[in-house]
């Protein structure tokens, strides 16, 4: 029978790891069914806290996260009170720009990133902080010259008194470039079991129709560093291909997926193509390859549906939930800037 699934072996390669804390944190008005503050925080894009206006108090979203509290409960304390914070900061500040910009009604939306990031071999650190309005950059902070920069004219107020205000641009500098590494730091090692562990996927061929395009999706994976992408008789292909995000599942692992336009290819050469996908660090490259007789489908009988794909569907549904539900912040380009997070609890 011929092989429908090929596990190539290549040489192994040690990567650096740059690791990354992240805080997201989001406040809306006019958004029904949808709490006025939100908070999260994330370590090498896995959610680690939580906190909203609901609750009213940081909760903690990793069993080694909550060993953490265990040992330190002044930094849960921490969390809770920066969380109660910015909500009034928040709040004061998405009021006066729908006041300057002469806003009256409707769904508006303040949203911050900010962190840091550590490279674990070089000792590299980058800190970031930076603000969306409306979906679009509102102003970002430059940590070498310590001033701040408006992409959108509306902004340049805030730029001009924030850049006046000295004392906030040390302590954002102490902060991102000490104060938050060290965090980091602390949180890789007491999360080192979960957040250095290897998951491998499970690749799949999908479609949802005979003439839609053919997905690859791979979900179930950790770390979040992979790439995915069809070959035609062993080059990369890039013409009618479309990649989407990685995105991340409810129980700590990440999906993603490529999509595949063969209206224009002839079944006699679809042969001639697979899907490849490699995990960063990890010496195994999974390679799919094209068959008909392997492409999941709306059409499969359930005696032939394979059980990894209802998993499959059930992942994508709570992702299409989640995605509904969460707030995206994008760049003017379209480009995702801020990841999907969602409060799985």
């Known amino acids: 029978m011929q092989a429908l699934f090929v596990l190539i072996l290549i040489c192994h390669v040690t990567y650096a790891v740059k690791h990354s804390l992240k805080y997201f944190l989001t406040a809306t008005s006019g958004v029904p069914d949808f709490p006025e503050f939100v908070g999260a925080a994330m370590v090498d894009e896995v959610q680690v806290g939580y906190c909203d206006s609901s609750i009213k108090s940081a909760e903690p979203k990793q069993n080694w996260m909550k060993t953490l509290i265990h040992d330190d409960p002044q930094h849960l304390e921490w969390y809770t009170q920066k969380c109660l914070g910015n909500q009034q900061v928040f709040r004061t500040n998405i009021d006066h720009l729908n006041k300057r910009l002469n806003q009256t009604g409707g769904a508006h939306i303040l949203q911050r990133m900010n962190g840091c990031e550590w490279d674990d071999e070089t000792g590299e650190i980058t800190g970031f902080n930076q603000y969306g309005y409306d979906g679009e950059d509102f102003i970002v902070l430059d940590l070498k010259t310590l001033t701040w920069t408006a992409p959108k004219p509306q902004a340049v107020v805030t730029k001009r008194r924030w850049d006046t205000e000295k004392a906030r641009l040390e302590y954002n500098k102490n902060y991102y470039i000490y104060k938050c590494p060290e965090w980091l730091k602390k949180y890789v090692a007491y999360g080192k079991k979960f957040l250095q562990r290897t998951e491998f996927?499970?690749?799949?061929?999908?479609?949802?129709?005979?003439?839609?395009?053919?997905?690859?999706?791979?979900?179930g994976f950790y770390p979040h560093r992979a790439v995915m992408f069809w070959r035609r008789d062993g080059e990369e292909v890039h013409e009618n291909v479309e990649h989407g995000e990685i995105l991340p599942n409810d129980d700590g692992t990440f999906q993603m997926s490529v999509n595949m336009d063969l209206s224009s290819v002839k079944s006699e050469n679809w042969g001639r193509y697979d899907c490849v996908f490699q995990l960063s660090g990890v010496q195994d490259t999974y390679v799919i390859k094209l068959n008909k007789a392997v492409i999941r489908t709306n059409r499969v009988p359930p005696s032939e549906f394979h059980p990894g794909y209802a998993v499959g569907l059930v992942v994508g549904l709570l992702l299409v939930v989640c995605i509904v539900g969460t707030l995206i912040w994008k760049r003017n380009n379209g480009e995702l800037l801020i990841n999907i997070f969602c409060n799985v609890l």
Request: proline share 16%; glycine share 0%; charged share 0%.
């Open 201 to 219: 996927p499970s690749v799949s061929l999908l479609q949802t129709s005979p003439s839609s395009p053919v997905t690859c999706h791979a979900t």
